[in-house]
């Protein structure tokens, strides 16, 4: 029940009725009000502006690169880049306890998916790896993911380690 907690909670503020980029467009919206929200902590702006600009990257390249970007496509991979976020996280909050090796290993299996799942044939790495290559940020992650398949990944490595 657990797990699907995200994912209730997700379908609890949408409406029934959703168009192609109705998940895009409320995770986008939602991070950029974090990120404008004078409340909000550094920790909270910091991941969401990660989110935001993966958000952006990945509607620009759709656009770029495809033919047709499909009616489900960026809101299945909106949802699963939050969801390999908030996974991530919960991760290293499970692990707490963990030694630095343990934690700096969970941090790069996660990373390393991200990067081993490209989404876009993009030779920008100095776009594409920002987030990785400044090495002190909450989301060390490339851009260039494709977010569904680099879940998957991660969940079947989490799974094996147990």
Partial sequence: MKKFLPIILLLCFLPLKMSAQDVY????????????????????????????TALVYLKRKAFETMPEVTEQFLNKQAYY???????FFDELLKGKKDDDNK???KIYLFMDI???????DDPDTDITDAYIIEGNEL??????????KAYGAV????EKQK
């Fill in 114 to 120: 991200s990067k081993a799942n490209p989404l876009f």
């Fill in 25 to 52: 467009n409320y995770l986008l919206d939602a991070t950029t009000n974090t990120v404008n929200n004078p409340t909000s902590t550094y920790t909270q702006v910091r991941i969401a502006q990660f989110k935001r």
């Fill in 81 to 87: 880049m939050s969801e390999y976020v908030a996974l």
């Fill in 139 to 148: 989301t060390p992650f490339s851009l260039n993911t494709d977010w569904q």
């Fill in 155 to 158: 969940k079947v490595e989490l």
């Fill in 103 to 105: 934690r700096k290993a």
